[in-house]
């Protein structure tokens, strides 16, 4: 479950990845070029757009999140290999709201470093997971990641 303090905070760091790999590198190449009366209106649609995909992202709709983290991947981590984000990546918010709502987006199995990661866990934890049965140990080796993405979305015990 994703609170609002989620969704601020996923926001903010795409507000801050939209800058950095789109907005900064237009601002660059317009150089003089590029006014404010370019790039305001720009820099304002782009911190809508986040709003828009940080629902999106951290919504119960798993076909949609899939969609967007899709397309802002292709955008802002370009490349000509499938997208294999180091581990620290996980724990962004962005990272942690692709692993809930899309799973990993080239893996079907992942490193139980990795899983851990995703889980904002340690590999230990991982390890004790896989050995209670929690998570879905891969037959060639590592975690499944649709057994990650279903435990980041399974729903919470309420704490009383």
Do not use: C
Request: charged share 25%; net charge neutral; proline share 8%.
């Amino acid at each position: 479950m994703t609170t609002t303090e989620d969704h601020v905070e996923l926001v903010a760091a795409l507000i801050r990845l939209l800058e950095n790999r789109v907005l900064d590198p237009l601002e660059i190449l317009l150089a003089a070029n590029a006014p404010d009366e370019l790039v305001g209106p720009l820099r304002d649609r782009l911190r809508v757009e986040a709003e828009v995909w940080a629902a999106q992202l951290l919504g119960r709709d798993r076909r949609q999140a899939g969609l967007t983290a899709a397309r802002l991947i292709a955008v802002l981590f370009p490349g000509d290999e499938p997208f294999d984000p180091p581990e620290q990546w996980w724990r962004t918010p962005l990272g942690r709201a692709v692993a809930r709502g899309a799973g990993h987006p080239s893996a079907v199995a992942v490193p139980y470093s990795t899983a851990g990661a995703m889980l904002g866990i340690t590999r230990q934890g991982v390890h004790d997971l896989v050995k209670r049965g929690k998570l879905d140990r891969h037959p060639d080796g590592g975690v499944t990641t649709s057994s990650i993405q279903a435990r980041l979305n399974r729903p919470q015990e309420s704490v009383q």
